[in-house]
């Protein structure tokens, strides 16, 4: 994936009222306005892979570096179970439930002199239909749909999932456990929640090769539970067109239970030039 020269767009409150980019008219844009939406995280499961960071560095679109965790650099899939998503003051009974999955990497960058952090999102897969259809407008970022088959049993857990176009494929099995795995790069499972907390702005790929969408997770309350991994697929982590033989190999899981939170709509991400999103075959 080749680098481009992007910046955070600052979008005058004029032309924000319009919800038009007012760049060029060949990234002009309607730019989501969407209210602040609230629901329950009802299962979060983080599954996260240490990369060689110059292989991270060269699929990250500018202004995106790796970040990095004692010098390793970190990336992984979130899956994740939503459930009553609804505008912030609308009753709990309205809202939307779904299966949810996206491939992350954690990164940092500069905006007006001051380092910030967070990650960036190239695939999102979705059980529900209408994330699909309303991603990229209604829902920050592209959404593909994906069957997902779920179960969990006491501290057991089982969630794999296949998109309909056949690109990903993911299956992670595992029980709830004390300690992380010996091999992780994090000493201790308060210095993994810690950089994982810090990752709430989330910057998602879109139809349009020129902006990312972006979003920033707000949570209630925070707390982890690391999961023993008996088995992990990953259709995007095994594409050695992307990663490599050698330069990459699975970190921890981490589980997240009933977590009330909120989402909040960021600006986008806008590039002065097409982000070449390189290989799709895995995802």
């Known amino acids: 994936m080749s680098r481009t020269h992007c910046q955070l767009s600052v979008i005058p409150r004029d032309l924000r009222r319009l919800g038009i980019l007012g760049e060029s008219p060949a990234v002009a844009r309607v730019v989501m306005q969407i209210p602040v939406i609230r629901g329950l995280i009802d299962r979060r499961i983080l599954v996260n892979f240490q990369v060689t960071p110059d292989i991270l560095a060269a699929i990250l679109p500018a202004p995106f570096r790796p970040k990095l965790v004692n010098g390793i650099g970190m990336a992984g899939i979130c ?11 609308f009753p ?14 954690a990164v940092e960058w500069d ?9 960036y999102i190239p695939r999102r897969d979705t059980s529900s239909w209408l994330n699909t259809l309303a991603g990229g407008r209604l829902f920050p970022g592209a959404h593909h749909h994906a069957r997902f ?5 006491d501290t057991h857990y089982r969630v794999a999932l296949d998109s309909d176009d056949g690109t990903t494929h993911v299956s992670v099995e595992g029980h709830i456990t004390s ?3 010996a091999g992780s790069v994090f000493r201790s499972l308060n210095e993994a929640s810690d950089f994982f907390a810090r990752g709430s702005i989330g910057y998602s790929d879109t139809d349009n090769p020129r902006q990312l969408d972006g979003l920033e997770l707000r949570s209630f309350h925070w707390h982890i539970k690391p999961l023993a991994v008996e088995r992990v697929e990953s259709s995007f982590f095994e594409d050695e067109s992307r990663f490599p033989p050698g330069t990459v190999k699975f970190d921890c ?11 909040h709509s960021r600006e986008p991400l806008v590039c002065s030039a097409s982000i070449h999103r390189g290989s799709r075959k895995a995802g």
């Open 253 to 263: 899981a981490l589980l997240m239970r009933r977590i009330e939170h909120e989402w």
């Open 111 to 119: 905006h007006h002199g001051e380092r910030c952090e967070g990650v």
């Open 149 to 153: 088959q779920v179960k969990e049993q």
């Open 179 to 181: 300690e992380l795995p």
């Open 79 to 89: 899956l994740i179970r939503l459930k009553h998503i609804r505008p912030r003051f």
């Open 92 to 105: 709990a009974p309205i809202g939307i439930s779904s299966e949810n999955a996206a491939h992350r990497i």
